[in-house]
């Protein structure tokens, strides 16, 4: 702001009217600069906001298009991002993996039995001296993270995905692809929702049970024979008794 300047004839006994006109127009000149860069800095916003007409994060990923949708799933996974994960999967996905995590059944998401400790690796990112949020997205996030550090992938598609062609199976579209590390082509059934965008329901690799979601192992990989990765055998300990017991007792208790 400008400050308004006072007469003073101790100081401007001579010429003090030039004076005056001459800061009334530096005042001008400051507040016209002031006013251009505010205009400037208003329209770089609204461009840099509005570019791809996302107004959240889930509306700018990329799911135009099944074959789109595939990639930034996978780009994603590779990346460790599990809420983008998360977003890509179709919402009768996040429905039944939101069940499975009422439910404690943890490995419907990862191979637990590859796990050394699971109640340990819970008590760290679940607990409630831990955790920081109850959003689905969230728990899955840090349950992945689980898998992560324990080469406990059901599927892994951290290595790179190599996309195929896309093939309409009743309403979904399967898209094919080479992943690396494992065998044979692995699909990816997608649907479409609501908006038009295109969400992956369910990963499956050769042998796949299709009644597991998300991700379609051979049942014996979820008995511990064999997971996608050719781990050694596992035998798979009921960790998870003893889970489902407190919950009872809590319950019993309310």
């Known amino acids: 702001m400008c400050q308004t300047w006072k007469h003073d004839p101790l100081m401007f006994d001579v010429g003090d009217d030039r004076m005056t006109r001459l800061h009334s127009r530096s005042c001008v000149g400051v507040m016209a600069l002031a006013l251009v860069l505010g205009l400037i800095g208003a329209g770089c916003t609204a461009e840099s906001s509005s570019s791809d007409g996302a107004g959240n994060f889930y509306e700018s990923l990329d799911l135009a298009s ?149 991700w379609s192992v051979p049942s014996q990989w979820r008995s511990h024979v064999n997971t996608p990765r050719k781990r050694t055998a596992h035998t798979y300990p009921d960790i998870w008794a003893g889970w489902t017991g407190v919950v009872s007792l809590a319950f019993s208790a309310i």
């Open 66 to 214: 099944p074959t789109a949708a595939v990639e930034t799933f996978s780009d994603a996974f590779g990346r460790k991002d599990f809420m983008t994960v998360w977003l890509a999967l179709d919402v009768r996905t996040q429905v039944m993996a939101g069940a499975s995590f009422d439910l404690l059944q943890w490995s419907n998401v990862i191979d637990t039995a590859a796990v050394p400790d699971m109640r340990s690796e819970l008590d760290s990112v679940l607990s409630f001296d831990s955790i920081e949020s109850t959003d689905r997205w969230y728990v899955f996030d840090r349950i992945m993270m689980i898998a992560d550090r324990n080469d406990a992938y059901l599927i892994d598609l951290s290595g790179d995905v190599t996309v195929g062609e896309e093939l309409q199976v009743g309403d979904d579209v399967e898209v094919s692809g080479v992943v690396e590390g494992i065998d044979g082509a692995v699909r990816f059934r997608l649907t479409q929702s609501p908006s038009g965008r295109w969400r992956v329901h369910q990963v499956i690799v050769p042998g796949g049970d299709e009644g597991m979601i998300p």
